[in-house]
């Protein structure tokens, strides 16, 4: 039988304080078990904690450069394309300084650089000047067209003349004289000096320039000149007739 602690029937309190110290050192500690408590609780050891907080870290890096590569793309291609349309605008400048003339010009102090303001503004005049210069070739070409058609009439006309005097019979008391001739000819260029001098004017050779093209498409248009030889001509068989 083990000795009994308390001796014959009394308390030793060296023992008794000897023994528990051996109990509470053979076992864990509250904080300990704890720990371990939780430890088993969640199925992992205390260490990992601090290895999920990493990876999580790592992610959030990997987010973040990735974000930032995706804005350096946009900000590469926009740049990338204003770039573009700038050069596109360059070349456009470049060419239409080439083509017009009046941006091709140089000063007296030497070549220099346009601004874009000056190419377009002489861009525009020199447009300008062209649509003008079309205005006055088509009307120039209008009235060629007119003159033209008024000498087909012109030479219409003469033919039928002469072929109705070749069918004619030819009788020796039937023939002109030279004189008579001339006298029709006379006849017609005073009509024709009568209205010339009526509207022609000389102050300088402009105006006459102009004169003398208006009385043509006046006073000498085909059917003008028809009617006035035909008068000429009844007044001369008047006179052979007496």
């Known amino acids: ?39 088993g609780s969640t199925g992992s050891i205390p260490g990992s904690s601090a290895s999920s907080a990493h990876n999580t870290d790592d992610e959030d890096s990997d987010s973040s450069r990735a974000t930032l590569s995706y804005k350096d793309r946009r900000r590469e291609a926009h740049t990338a394309a204003e770039q573009k349309r700038r050069d596109a605008i360059k070349r456009g400048y470049d060419e239409l300084q080439g083509i017009v003339p009046t941006c091709t010009q140089t000063d007296t102090l030497g070549p220099s ?33 007119k003159e033209v058609m008024a000498l087909k009439i012109m030479k219409a006309n003469y033919e039928h003349i002469v072929k109705t005097h070749q069918n004619q019979p030819v ?45 043509l498409e006046e006073y000498c248009k085909p059917q003008t000149l028809r009617e006035v030889v035909l008068g000429i001509l009844r007044q001369m068989n008047q006179q052979l007739s007496q």
């Open 113 to 145: 650089k346009l601004s874009k303001a000056t190419i377009l503004q002489r861009s525009i005049d020199y447009i300008q000047y062209l649509v003008q210069q079309k205005k006055k070739q088509e009307d120039e070409l209008d009235s060629l067209r």
């Open 1 to 39: 039988m083990a000795e009994n602690s308390f001796g014959d029937g009394g308390f030793d309190q060296s023992s008794f304080l000897e023994n528990e110290l051996k109990k509470i050192n053979a076992s864990p500690t509250t904080a300990q078990q704890f720990v371990f408590g939780r430890a």
């Open 171 to 215: 009788h020796g008391q039937n023939q002109v004289s030279d004189a008579a001739k001339f006298q029709v000819f006379k006849q017609i260029m005073d009509a024709l000096f009568c209205t010339f001098n009526a509207n022609i004017s000389v102050a300088n050779f402009a105006e006459l320039s102009a004169c003398v093209f208006s009385w």
